[in-house]
């Protein structure tokens, strides 16, 4: 192969402007998270009646609260009478019902409109047409997922089928049973880089030998570069002399009642569309959810889960918190560092995807697809 055919196999990124254009964005945002099922919340978060967060899902924000008949629901949260926020918080408990703070109409957990001042001298408003707006919500994984369309795609087809599928129709992520595991840490990060650039770094392994000391530890394979995406399969197997998936390769907490000896010692790394990455390993699994703010703002809540007795029992998380802690936080400077550079002329005309990353270049046809007028 000659230099100049070798260049021509290299597939081109998406353009700077992809990672900075406002309007690019807010297309994202209605097509992307305001189109398809996104992981808002963790379902244990709101356990008890009247527990509820906000979060931003694509232009819209969205209330999920815990109704008084156990049931999670999720509204938009404008007020129906002259569209103030209803709720400012982002998270909090109310007793059995969210009053608007401009007028004071009061809705239900549920989100009817159970009270205004003087309607009762206001005939002509018909309390049950001025109920919230409610938004779809379905729960997997011990999370609730909410989707803004109108009429949302089926949850099994594009979320669980297009997992498993990925996986090359494995039911990996079925045996860590994610949905009875227990918070053990949670750490936000605002990041301030676009949201694709984040997805990009996740899904590529090519820096790993660069900026990620200790995970290469823990994972010798990833020093080569490989893309851990194309090993879900079989996944990415602790180094020989590694216990446990913690910063300095201490032994862990054993294995979750489900995994079984071809998991054992593994890591897996699963991205759902569009906005959730889950990395999986024997004693615990760690789910990141990511909501893009602006062009070059996405907030990342992360969640360290554990067997619920590790968590009731008090024990030391930390070993195993620290090390994929670090990992974020080299990740986030890396998108943070090319951030800047994505409106410089240098990167008008975008960059190249080695050959490890071609898996990259089909995240970028699904976008353009989705984007397509
Ligand atoms: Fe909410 Fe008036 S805007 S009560
Ligand atoms: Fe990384």
């Keep these: ?106 809705y239900g957990t549920d989100g009817k409109l159970i009270a205004a001042p003087n309607l009762t001298s206001m005939p002509d408003v018909d309390r049950t047409r001025y109920g919230l707006i409610p938004v779809a919500l379905r729960e997997w994984l011990g999370y609730a997922w909410v989707c803004l369309a109108d009429e949302p795609p089926s949850f099994e087809d594009t979320v669980i089928e297009a997992v498993s599928g990925r996986l090359g129709g494995d039911d990996v992520i079925g045996g860590y049973g994610v949905d009875g595991l227990a918070l053990g840490r949670r750490i936000s990060y605002d990041v301030r880089a676009n949201w694709k650039l984040i997805i990009e770094n996740f899904m590529e392994c090519y820096h790993c030998a660069t900026i990620h000391p200790e995970l290469t530890e823990v994972l010798p394979e990833f020093a080569d570069g490989y893309a851990a995406q194309y090993y879900v399969g079989h996944g990415a197997e602790f180094g020989s002399d590694v216990e446990g998936f913690t910063v300095d390769g201490s032994g862990g907490f054993g294995r979750l009642d489900g995994v079984g000896d071809e998991h054992d010692r593994r890591y897996y790394a699963i991205t759902i569309r569009p906005q959730v990455f889950l990395n999986l390993v024997p004693d615990h699994v760690i789910v990141h959810r990511m909501f893009p703010l602006a062009a070059d703002r996405t907030l990342v809540e992360c969640d360290w889960l554990y067997a619920p007795e590790v968590v009731e029992q008090g024990r030391d998380v930390s070993r195993s918190v620290e090390l994929f802690h670090r990992v974020n936080q080299q990740d986030f400077d890396a998108c943070e560092r090319c951030q800047p550079a994505m409106s410089s002329r240098a990167y008008a005309g975008g960059g190249v995807l080695v050959p490890s990353e071609h898996h990259i270049g089909e995240f970028h046809e699904w976008l353009r697809a989705e984007l397509e007028p």
């Design 1 to 106: 192969m000659t230099t100049t055919d070798q260049e021509s196999s290299l597939i081109s990124t998406l353009p700077g402007h992809y990672y900075t254009d406002p309007e690019l964005f807010a297309l994202e945002q209605d097509r992307i998270f305001g189109a398809m099922w996104f992981c808002a919340v963790r379902a244990a978060d709101l356990a008890a009646a009247g527990q509820f967060r906000t979060v931003q899902v694509g232009r819209e924000s969205v209330l999920i609260a815990r109704g008084r008949d156990g049931a999670l629901r999720a509204f938009l949260n404008i007020c129906r009478h002259r569209g103030a926020r209803l709720c400012v918080a982002d998270a909090g408990q109310v007793k059995r019902s969210f009053q608007c703070p401009y007028h004071a109409w009061t």
